[in-house]
């Protein structure tokens, strides 16, 4: 039994007030968001009590998953970080009490008697329910092992693909009550439950998670406003509003739980019924929800998995972590050494027989996973220092040392099938292949160290390898290229024609691409313009003025600034930098007012461009149309013409071709370009011109030569010498 009863009532009685009062709250704000987001709590939270899902929601709205401190350490391997303040929750302590109690006859179940005509006892253990408040953690006020993806719904993130839409709707069917089909509707009709027929049937032609949504609320409605089929002593019919609160609350909280975004739908219906609706009323219907939606979430859950498994379909397995020693760098590890070093030089307690090694022989053991010896040594020393009774910073050190090393949960590399492969002989070993620090980006992931060494070509330290598609686009964004010959020899390349006739492995030099593989090429746009005009979802992508060129005189520059020069921003004076899923938040003001906060506080690692700005375009794809809108002073204002809505992707392909030369053959780009002199007529005669025809007249003008336009000027002589003088002769320029 609880130590002090009367406390524990107390605080029951406070937490029950609580609980009430954020009902209360809840029904009579009449806010539809503020309910959605306490069914969105209620979907996280499905097998758990009214009572605890109104006190999570009450002190932490946005938790998705909680346990005990103890739990989170012993099962999940995690640990509650220092200062966070616990959840309080209600839960059940039954404690088991003796009594005495009269004995009843098996057959009579009457009270037996003795001999004397008195009744009889006996002493038996009975289970007295009880609650008091525990404190639970959310998920992210731990640390520690990543969870399991099994603690997870397996299906909580519904992609849409027709395999996995499919299944899911295979597991509802399995789930309903009712038979369920689908047939041509009326199009203000999702879907119906007929009590007469005792089926569903749901609009054909729907979007899968309209059809998702409409099955969940109609299994919803024959669960339990099937009248005809409930006992007379359970049968309690409801008002058509509550029936519809309950089906729809019942279908946004089981769409939440499995990841699929329904909006608003009949939510209409709470503010109507809630102001005729008392109370008790709307907190057994909270109750109802609950249950009946925790219901539809575990019978899916489980025919989806019988589902996959009849199908053949192995569901993905639970990623295994391992908790492995992060060593420190080298700098770290310098720092160490040397006042580790410094400390063995001044003779303090240091035995006779200890090296006195250097600081950067020390460090190279720390690096080379000899720690534990070093440990060793530091805790030798210790126990020295103590026993002759003196500080000589020995203690200090070893508590350095152990703040080196941070462990970290990673998780574990599956082991790849061993490929049997001929014993090379001595004479075919290759030297070592280049090491290169852990996720340095190689230009083309096409071609290795290995192919490259195998052709003949071994000076890996200082040439990446590229195929012969990679080389060409690099070439055509001026960075300098070579021919590499299975002699261990290179030559560049000086025009698009040597690469074309080149049947060997190409390469660029380390130093070259480190100077440009921040920088977004030209497959790279092509395939993120390609994969937003596709997306079938709503989606957006960020442009930006493309660098290189005189283009950037106008980077940064407001619109009314470009129309006082009478230019216009078109699509071939920009690079297509980034495309991301949309989020809707109601109008493309707020839209876009979210996008350009993101990019320039947090936008996303593998984001390559400069924190959104003035003179950027960001294009938006909202229901298949495209707008775009130009990153202004203030605001943004829309280009209705930056991309020609007859042919997005036809538009997208030649955008990246105009300027080049070529990637499968060289494009020519037409007839002569006018002069800086005569665009300068146009816009004094009331033209509009565009950046890029500017921006490639000015270039044309200053003939600013390129380094390969440099090598080009070579000697016939020097251009012939395909080894000679190899890299360094363009250096020199």
């Known amino acids: 039994m609880p130590e002090k009863p009367g406390k524990n009532r107390e605080q029951l009685k406070e937490i029950t007030d609580r609980i009430e009062a954020g009902i209360r709250d809840i029904f009579e704000s009449g806010d539809m968001e503020k309910y959605r987001n306490y069914l969105r709590t209620m979907s996280r939270f499905h097998n758990y009590s009214l009572n605890n899902q109104a006190l999570i929601h009450l002190q932490r709205p946005d938790a998705t998953l909680v346990a005990g401190y103890n739990r989170w350490r012993d099962k999940f391997s995690r640990h509650v970080l220092r200062g966070e303040k616990g959840i309080t929750i209600i839960a059940p302590t039954p404690y088991k009490k003796k009594i005495e109690q009269e004995k009843l006859d098996p057959d009579t179940k009457l009270p037996i008697l003795d001999a004397d005509g008195k009744i009889v006892t006996e002493e038996k253990e009975i289970e007295i329910p009880m609650f008091r408040p525990v404190k639970v953690f959310d998920y992210a006020q731990t640390d520690g092992k990543p969870l399991p993806e099994r603690v997870a719904s397996p299906v909580a993130n519904l992609t849409g693909s027709v395999e996995n839409y499919e299944a899911f709707m295979e597991a509802l069917r399995r789930s309903s009550p009712v038979p369920v089909e689908v047939k041509p509707l009326s199009a203000d009709v999702d879907g119906y439950f007929s009590p007469k027929f005792q089926s569903i049937t749901l609009r054909e032609g729907m979007s899968e998670v309209q059809t998702v949504s409409a099955a969940v609320h109609e299994i919803a409605h024959a669960k339990l406003h099937n009248y005809g089929l409930q006992q007379a002593a359970e049968r309690r019919h409801k008002s058509r509003n509550t029936e519809e609160v309950e089906a729809e609350s019942i279908s946004f909280m089981v769409c939440a739980y499995f990841g699929i975004e329904t909006g608003a739908n009949s939510f209409g219906y709470v503010a109507t019924w809630s102001k005729n609706a008392e109370l008790p009323e709307f907190r057994a219907s909270l109750d109802t929800i609950s249950k009946t939606a925790n219901g539809i979430i575990t019978d899916v859950e489980k025919h989806f998995a019988e ?73 030798d020393f210790v126990k020295l220092a103590d026993e002759i009774g003196i500080d000589d910073g020995s203690h200090g050190l070893l508590e350095r040392f152990n703040g080196l090393f941070r462990r970290e949960w990673r998780a574990k590399e599956e082991p790849q099938p061993e490929i049997e492969t001929e014993t090379p002989n001595v004479e075919d070993e290759l030297p070592p292949l280049p090491e290169l620090e852990q996720g340095y980006p190689m230009p083309d992931t096409a071609v290795g160290f290995q192919e490259m060494y195998q052709y003949g070509y071994t000076d890996g330290n200082t040439m990446l390898p590229l195929t012969k598609e990679r080389a060409m686009e690099l070439f055509l964004q001026d960075v300098p290229v070579f021919l590499l010959y299975g002699d261990n020899t290179e030559a560049m390349a000086l025009d698009a024609e040597d690469i074309s006739s080149h049947t060997g492995v190409f390469g660029v030099e380390r130093e070259e691409w480190d100077a440009v593989r921040g920088v977004v090429t030209l497959r790279e746009q092509a395939d993120t313009e390609k994969l937003f005009l596709e997306n079938p979802q709503d989606a957006f992508l960020i442009y930006q003025i493309r660098r290189g060129g005189e283009l950037d005189a106008y980077r940064f520059m407001n619109y009314d600034y470009l129309q006082s020069k009478g230019v216009t921003p078109e699509r ?107 665009l300068e007529e146009q816009v004094k005669a009331g033209f509009s011109i565009s950046l890029t025809e500017l921006a490639a007249a000015s270039h044309r003008e200053q003939k600013k030569p390129s380094v390969l336009e440099k090598l080009r000027e070579r000697t016939p002589e020097q251009a012939k010498n395909k080894t000679a003088p190899k890299r360094s002769a363009e250096r020199e320029l």
């Open 307 to 379: 589902v996959y498994k009849e199908r053949g379909i192995e569901l993905p397995k639970d990623t295994e972590y391992e908790l492995v020693t992060i060593p420190p760098s080298r700098a770290d590890a310098l720092a160490f050494a040397a006042d580790y070093a410094a400390f063995l030089r001044r003779d303090l307690n240091v035995p006779d027989s200890a090296e006195r090694p250097a600081a950067a022989a020390v460090a190279d053991r720390l690096l080379a996973g000899e720690d534990a010896e070093l440990r060793k040594e530091l805790e």
């Open 572 to 678: 071939g004076g920009y690079d297509a930098i980034y495309t991301g899923g949309l989020a809707d938040y109601g109008d493309n003001k707020t839209n876009l007012d979210m996008i350009y906060q993101r990019f320039n506080v947090d936008h996303p690692a593998d984001f390559k461009g400069h924190s959104l700005s003035v003179s950027d375009i960001v294009a938006l794809k909202q229901n298949g149309v495209v707008s775009c809108h130009y990153v202004d002073s203030i605001g943004f204002r829309e280009l209705p013409n930056f991309l020609k809505p007859e042919n997005y992707l036809k538009n997208a392909e030649m955008a990246m071709e105009d300027d080049y030369g070529m990637i499968d053959g060289i494009i020519n780009n037409g007839p002569k370009q006018p002069t800086v002199t005569e």
